[in-house]
């Protein structure tokens, strides 16, 4: 069983309007229209979000679907929406739900079938489907068409939603882990300093080092033939470090794994120790 509450916002009338989801079938709760009046807008705003918090203090809905912002021609009455917008956000969030957004023509479209359906037809759907014998107002039957909306996609939206989560998570880690390693260019440098050979192959790694330290903001792509007249035999072969929006991508030629180039370069150091 979910509560979900959907909303319509507006900085003189919101509509809300509440159902409850048991598998497939829906449940009308109930539903309403904050109105406020008032020319400034910074004395209502105030009164809209107690009123809000006490419908979600009563029903506590577990999922809030607010609608989307449009484009307004008047770029006023754009900015009040905004701010009636996020009281809205603001008064779920801190009553335990979670927020979910749709635009009102998805909603439209899905109860009525037209995604520029008028109030009036919107209002006759939200009636048949949720089976009410009287009508509420239009601002209310938006909401409880954004709820219903929501109601029948809800598995598919929570899922995206945790996968967005999860992959998230992965890439944070993934990160953290490549910055830890830093690719491991500095000790194997340092490992052939301590040797007493291969000066010149460690001075290498470290400019490779400086050059590939990660950073989230660009992209970096290091091709190791640019320095294999420094590093002779080793053949041809990449090192892409690819950094874009935390994401990224190691790959050396034919080799997945840098074990496979550190050990070119260690039997490369052995051939010209033997040979001196």
């Known amino acids: 069983m979910t509560i979900i509450l959907g909303l319509d916002p507006g900085s003189v009338n919101m509509g809300y309007g509440i159902i409850e989801k048991t598998g497939s079938k829906l449940k009308y709760i109930t539903s309403g229209v904050i109105s406020v009046k008032g020319s400034d807008i910074n004395s209502r705003l105030p009164i809209i979000y107690a009123q809000l918090q006490e419908v979600i203090k009563t029903y506590q809905p577990e999922h809030m679907v607010v609608e989307q912002v449009f484009i307004a021609t008047n770029p006023q009455a754009a900015i009040k929406l905004g701010m009636a917008r996020g009281i809205a956000i603001l008064a779920g969030s801190l009553g335990g739900a979670t927020i979910f957004e749709l635009s009102a023509r998805q909603a439209k479209k899905f109860v009525t079938g037209i995604g520029s359906a008028k109030k009036e037809q919107v209002n006759h759907m939200v009636c048949r489907i949720l089976h009410l014998t009287s009508k509420p107002k239009l601002d209310a039957s938006d909401a409880l068409a954004l709820a219903i909306s929501h109601a029948h996609t809800l598995n598919s939206r929570v899922m995206l939603q945790k996968q ?113």
């Open 164 to 276: 967005q989560e999860q992959q998230e998570l992965f890439d944070q880690r993934t990160q953290q882990r490549l910055i830890n390693s830093s690719l491991n260019f500095d000790s194997l440098a340092r490992a052939f300093a301590q040797q007493g050979e291969g000066g010149e192959t460690a001075q290498v790694l470290a400019n490779l080092t400086q050059q590939t330290h990660l950073s989230t903001e660009k992209e970096t792509t290091i091709p190791v033939n640019r320095v294999q007249s420094q590093v002779s035999k080793i053949q041809a072969e990449f090192v892409n470090i690819k950094i874009n929006s935390g994401r990224f991508k190691v790959k050396s030629g034919k080799a997945s794994n840098r074990a496979k180039l550190e050990a070119k370069i260690k039997n490369l150091l052995e051939q010209k120790h033997k040979k001196t």
